[in-house]
Structures are given as C-alpha cells and as structure tokens.
C-alpha cells in the first residue's frame, strides 16, 4: 500500500501483538521488520533506520517488555520512547545577540522555501517578539529572487535590502548589517541564493558571508519531502557552517517526513520551526514529541487541545453544554459554535490530529470543503432571528426566501434542517447516556 | 556481450558523440569509479546469499527507489537466480541491471522519452508540479532548446499566486529570447493561460508553454485549479496540451508517487522533468512512477545553466543509480 500512512502500518502490526498474553522473539522480529518498512517508507535514512531497530529490538526482546503484563503496550510504548528520543526536545528559541542586530542566516538547496520562509520568520519575529526585522536579499543568481523578496517585504511593510545582482552577496550582507545597525532594526534576516551541497564554489560563498556577519543563528531549510538524500544534504551543510537549527518546510503536504527524523539524527541540530502552508502567518514551532506520537497514530491530540484551548472561550463553553442538556440549543448557538471550530484552522488539519481518525473508514483521507461550511453559516445567517430560535416554525415559504437569500436551494436548507434536528437528538441521547455506546454515527451538517 | 557491457558502452557512446556532455560531468564521479566499484562488490561477496541480497536492498533504497518497488526487485532477483542456479555474484550483476531497466520500460519500446509535438501547428505544454520543484527555470530550459530547434516559442505566465514567479518567467524569456504572455499578479491563471493561447494562435507560434503556480497535491481547491486550467486549453485547441509535464525534484522521496498519482488525475500527466539531478539525490522513484503509473521521464535537468535541461536517457540514468549503489555499498566497509 504505497499511500498507506506510517501511523496506519504500525497501526495494524501493533493490533497483532495487542492482546497476546506473552510475546516471543519471532512476534518482536516480525513486528520490527514492519516497522522498519513503514520507516523506510516514510523516507527515514536507511541508516537511521537501521540504529533504531537495532534499539528497538534489544529493548523489546529484554526484560522490559517480554516480562510484562501488557506486551504489546510495552512494544509500543518503546518505539514511541526511541522516536522521541531521537527527534529530541522542543527548541523554538530564537537567539537575541548581546549588541544588536541579531543576525539570522538562511540557507538551504533549491526550492527549499528560503525565501518564503524569510518572510515568514520576520513576520513571526515582529508578532511574537515585537521585533523589527531587515530582510536582505543576498541570491543574486536567482532571476527575480530579490524581486520576490522585496514583494514580501510589500505584503509585511517590512524593510528589505538589496543591492541588485551585481555586489557578491558578502558584500551586500555586510552593509546590511551597517544599515541595521544606523536604522535601529533588531534582526537581520539573510536570505540566500539556493545551492546544491556539493557546489564547492557556493558553499564557500556561504562560508565565507558567515564569517563575515557572524550570525547568530544559521538555519538550514528543509522541504520535507525530501527523501534519502536529506542525510547528505544535512551533514553537509552542517559540517561546513555549522548550522544552529533547521525550518522543514510544507509539512502541510501529504508527505510522511521522515526527513525530519534523519536531520536530527545525523545533525543533531533541533528542528525549530515547521511550515504549514503558503501563508506568511503559516510558520509554526515544531514540536518533536507530537511528531513522534503522530507518527505512531496516537494523534496529534496536544496540538488539538493547544488550539481548542486558545480558540474557545470556556464560559461560552460551559453554556453550551447546559444547553445541550436542557435541549434549548439553537441555530444562533449552532452559528456560534461553527465560528469556534474553524478558528482552530482548517477541519482537515483538525481531524487528522484526531486519535483513531486515520483508522475510521471514510475519514481517511476525507476532503472537507470548507466551502460547504460557508453555505450552511450562509443558510443559518439568512433565517430571520425566530427562526433560528425555533425551527419548527419553518414552512415552504420559509425555506424559500432562505434558499434564494442565502444562494443556495431549497433541498440544501431542508439537509441542513434535517441535519440539525439529528444532531440535537444525538446531543440528547449523549447527554443522557454521557459515557454512551456509539449512536448511530454523530455527523456534523457541513461534514 | 553481456547486458552490462552493452549499458557500458551504449553511454560510452554517447560520450563520445558529445550529446550527454552534461550527463557526463553530472554522474562523473560514479562513472569514473564504475568498473572497479562492481569488482570490489564482487570481490566482497563472492557467493549470491542473504547477506548480498541485504546490502542490495539498502543501497536500491538508499536511491529513493522505494521500499515496494526494491522489495518486489529483491523477490524476483531471488528467484531468478534460483532459476538460473547462480551462485556467483559475478553473473547477478547483469540479472540486476536486466530487472532495473525492465522495471522502468515494461513492455514499451524504448522511444517512449521523446516530447510528442505536432509538426506544422500550435502544440501546447503545460508544466505542473509542486512548490519548489523547478518549474519556472525548467520552462526556461525547455524554451531555450525549443528555440534552438528552429521553433518559435511562447510562454504564459500562469504562475500569478508566487511572489516574483512572472519576473522570473521574464528573465528567462529574455535569456532565451521568446515572448511570455502575462497578466498582473493575483489575477486567474486559466485566464493568462487563455491569453497565451491566443497569442500563440495570432502570431501562429510553434509551441505555447504554460507555466503554473506550486501546489501541494494535497491541497483540493488548487488541484480543481490546475483541472480549470487543463479544460480551458482542451476547449480553445482541440488535441490539446500536447504535453503535460510534472516538474519533480530529484531529492524527493516516496511523497513523488503521491505527486505523480493526484497531478496525473487533476491534469493528465504525460511526462516528467527530474530537477537538481546534479545534486548527490539519484531520483529513483521514477522507477516506481514509471513501473506503476506508466509516466515516463522525458527531460532531466542538471544544472542551473540554459543549457542544462537534457533529454532523459534510461541507461545512462539506471548506470547511474547502480553504480552509486556500489559506491554506498563500499562506503559501509
């Protein structure tokens, strides 16, 4: 299954041994060779695969786990323990020099994300930190690089300094920082030309713009798609300038990243931060042990409630579970509660941070269309104020005049009636019963 | 002549003819080491057993070539060599490259890496791919070599969500000396693309190139996008695109096959660029995009340069891949 998730392929080997009463060397064997390929799988380095198991396996076999009660947990509980490990703790600070500016350099193959990332970086610099960042565009081989640069630099109102394509990047980060330091900017965020790691030439470049900014951080920036290549891509540009951490890069694609786990491993640096998306707001902190828990299929349950938690106002919450209870849940509140969940970002992101999610058939690989979310607030937004109090005044005429306010048909605001009423007699029978079986499928309208 | 010989000197050939002299300064450090690097595995293991078959297997999907597609290989290298009762790993080599190769053409003939254009009308090429890949300067690539044949190219900028994308479609177009058709940024890439064709159609250019914005293939809304945009030039040239190209980078691992699988969906893929090729990235899970999804390579780019965008060569490429493998595999003593 080429497209079956890592989470998924452990998954279905640890239901095997869960449940046994003891575990013999031939179950650990066979369960970490199926590790080893849901890794391998995941465009973990081979070699980084290979330690693992190695630790995986001498732990599993030992005393630890074959004694035990629980087996299977114990095995899981080991893989998640050696993933963790390696990926390591999390480390989003940003170094603050002694005299400012702070100097950041950015470096990276082709395509990576550099220069999208350097505008993310001094976005984040400015809302987190309350910083005011330079942006420098020092790729002058790149057609339209600076161009790009100082477009972000348009969308951010942020300053961007460039000297054109024909001043050597050295020389144009120098006087960048010249510049900060006469105009009071606290950072300096470098943005250089994409280079393969083995072009001698370029890299010297680096080297040599690196001794002459003296950075205070130097990030690696890694798309991570990547595949077994990272390893070499990693070591070498660690080797030559040391890097002080690494961004990856469309991690909001469908990619298993397993890169980030061999650029740890080979590097030892920390990935600080992770982009999600083509946004300029889109840069997170990376989160090593959710990474490893995601990877074993345990959800992404920290970030989940993180957001639940920032976006969702706890007294607004404690109404509306008394009025679950007492029945009195109406489209006004219905509204409400849509506006909070898409708060938390997109639904897709949401539900795959969800434990279990990936294993629900049909949710696998579900596809909302948020667009349908904008037709259901669009029909509730068009019901007049009573209406939305007590639906059971709806009539044909009713409907009409909803369907043609809202844009859509009648049939749509009939589903979404439909819908609705199912979902408070669910929210009856879930509070009745509060530690209920499974109703007959909870659905949200818009899903 | 056994299978290596003939791979061996059919990209000796090319050499020597000077086609692939990018090829040639791109893989030369595993083509110089070539012949003594396979005896030294040979050397290494002298009988065909667990061992070999373990470090084969490592060093196959230490190029990207993907666990199933080096799993299923290993399988029917091990039958084979039951079959044939080889115990020596001097007659496994040519079993080895047989498979690769066989792996990568299946039943078709070998002409399939040719770019199908119409002779006397407008053909159109559309280049997909996701963020990164290469897209905007394999365009510029593909424009200058067209341009070189004698063809009167134009390029649309259909990458208007990027910032800077149409300035750097400019440049190019300037350093191959061609038109690009554009609008401002943020407006509807299927209409610049609509332009383009009517450009292309009123100064009766050769070749229309469509260039678009990345996207993650997971992303629904941009995927509907890019299918706008194929039925937009289906409708206004009928026959058309005569080419639909997916830009991949080389350094990509497994996730490529996703990306072959949703962008053939969305916009029918037809062939591939492989990009940063000149990197230590050996590409190989177009092996697997090939084997599973019948899309063949048609451009490899191996630098930055104008002239840098070569036509894909399957034994040189497969060389390459095996004569890396050999190289990892000696690294490891």
């Known amino acids: 299954m080429a497209f079956e998730g890592l989470a998924d392929r452990l998954q279905h080997t640890i239901k095997k041994i869960t449940g046994k009463g003891k575990v013999s060397e031939q179950d650990v064997k066979e369960m970490t060779r199926e590790v080893r390929l849901a890794l391998l799988e995941a465009d973990v380095n081979f070699k980084v695969v290979k330690d693992l198991i190695k630790r995986i396996k001498e732990r599993s076999i030992g005393q630890e786990v074959m004694e035990s009660l629980t087996p299977g947990q114990q095995v899981i509980k080991v893989v998640k323990e050696e993933l963790t490990a390696l990926m390591g703790g999390e480390q989003s600070k940003i170094a603050v020099a002694d005299r400012s500016p702070t100097v950041i350099m950015m470096v990276g193959l082709q395509g990576a994300g550099k220069t999208t990332t350097t505008g993310k970086l001094a976005n984040l610099l400015r809302k987190k930190y309350n910083r005011s960042p330079l942006l420098v565009a020092c790729d002058i081989y790149r057609p339209a690089a600076i161009n790009q640069l100082e477009t972000l630099g348009k969308q951010l109102d942020m300053p961007v300094f460039s000297m054109g394509t024909d001043v050597s990047p050295i020389e144009i980060a120098t006087k960048a920082i010249e510049k900060a330091k006469a105009e009071?900017?606290?950072?300096?965020?470098?943005?250089?030309?994409?280079?393969?790691?083995?072009?001698?030439?370029?890299?010297?470049?680096?080297?040599?713009?690196?001794?002459?900014?003296?950075?205070?951080?130097?990030?690696?920036?890694?798309?991570?798609?990547?595949?077994?290549?990272?390893?070499?891509?990693?070591?070498?540009?660690?080797?030559?300038?040391?890097?002080?951490?690494?961004?990856?890069?469309?991690?909001?694609?469908?990619?298993?990243?397993?890169?980030?786990?061999?650029?740890?491993?080979?590097?030892?640096?920390?990935?600080?931060?992770?982009?999600?998306?083509?946004?300029?707001?889109?840069?997170?902190?990376?989160?090593?042990?959710?990474?490893?828990?995601?990877?074993?299929?345990?959800?992404?349950?920290?970030?989940?409630?993180?957001?639940?938690?920032?976006?969702?106002?706890?007294?607004?919450?404690?109404?509306?579970?008394?009025?679950?209870?007492?029945?009195?849940?109406?489209?006004?509140?219905?509204l409400e509660q849509m506006g909070q969940v898409k708060k938390m970002g997109p639904l897709e992101d949401l539900l795959t941070m969800m434990p279990g999610a990936n294993k629900v058939k049909g949710l696998k690989n579900v596809q909302i269309d948020e667009k349908q979310l904008s037709h259901v607030e669009a029909i509730v937004q068009s019901m007049t104020k009573q209406e939305r109090q007590d639906p059971s005044i709806m009539n044909a005429n009713r409907k009409k005049r909803i369907a043609k306010g809202s844009g859509t048909s009648v049939s749509q605001v009939n589903r979404l009636l439909k819908q609705f009423d199912e979902m408070k007699k669910m929210m009856k029978q879930m509070t009745n019963m509060q530690k209920g079986k499974k109703g007959k499928g909870f659905k949200f309208p818009f899903m | 002549m056994s299978f290596m010989d003939k791979l061996k000197n059919k990209f000796k050939k090319t050499d020597t003819e000077g086609v692939s002299e990018k090829y040639k300064t791109g893989m030369e450090k595993t083509r110089n080491s070539f012949s003594s690097k396979i005896n030294d595995l040979i050397a290494k293991y002298r009988k065909v057993d667990e061992d070999f078959f373990e470090e084969l297997e490592e060093a196959l999907i230490s190029a990207d070539v993907g666990v199933m597609t080096v799993m299923d290989l290993i399988d029917e290298l091990k039958l084979e060599v039951k079959r044939r009762n080889i115990k020596d790993t001097k007659e496994v080599r040519d079993v080895i490259s047989e498979k690769l190769v066989e792996i990568y053409y299946g039943d078709d003939n070998e002409s399939i890496e040719k770019l199908e254009l119409n002779e006397n009308q407008l053909s159109i090429i559309l280049v997909v791919g996701v963020n990164g890949a290469g897209k905007t300067t394999s365009i510029g690539k593909l424009a200058h070599n067209l341009k070189q044949e004698g063809k009167h190219v134009i390029l649309a900028a259909g990458d208007t969500f990027r910032a800077g994308a149409i300035e750097q479609l400019e440049v190019w177009g300037e350093r191959a000396g061609v038109e690009v058709v554009k609008q401002r940024e943020g407006s509807d890439p299927a209409a610049v693309i609509f332009d383009g064709i009517k450009a292309a159609k009123s100064r009766k250019a050769d070749v229309l190139i469509c260039d678009t914005a990345g996207r993650l293939q997971n992303k629904v809304n941009l995927m509907n996008e890019l299918a706008k945009v194929r039925r937009v030039i289906e409708r206004e040239v009928p026959g058309a695109p005569h080419e639909v190209l997916l830009v991949l980078d080389a350094t990509t691992g497994q996730n490529a096959l996703s990306q072959a699988k949703t962008f053939s969906e969305a916009a029918n893929v037809s062939g591939i660029v492989l990009t940063k090729l000149d990197g230590t990235a050996k590409g190989g899970i177009v092996l697997a995009i090939r084997h599973e999804l019948q899309i063949p390579v048609k451009f490899v780019g191996l630098g930055e340069g104008m002239e840098d965008l070569q036509e894909f060569d399957a034994h040189a490429f497969v060389y390459g891949l095996f004569a890396d493998m050999l190289e990892t595999s000696e690294d490891e003593e």
């Open chain 1, 184 to 334: 009071h900017q606290d950072y300096v965020i470098i943005d250089t030309a994409g280079r393969l790691h083995v072009d001698q030439n370029l890299m010297d470049e680096l080297q040599e713009i690196k001794a002459n900014v003296k950075p205070d951080e130097i990030f690696l920036v890694v798309d991570a798609m990547t595949g077994q290549d990272a390893v070499n891509v990693a070591e070498s540009f660690n080797d030559q300038l040391d890097i002080s951490g690494v961004v990856l890069t469309k991690l909001d694609g469908d990619t298993r990243g397993g890169a980030a786990l061999s650029i740890k491993a080979v590097t030892g640096k920390p990935i600080k931060f992770a982009g999600m998306g083509e946004k300029l707001d889109q840069l997170e902190v990376f989160h090593p042990e959710r990474m490893a828990s995601r990877i074993l299929g345990m959800g992404d349950v920290l970030t989940l409630i993180e957001k639940a938690q920032a976006n969702v106002d706890e007294k607004q919450a404690k109404e509306l579970e008394e009025k679950m209870r007492t029945m009195s849940f109406t489209f006004d509140d219905f």
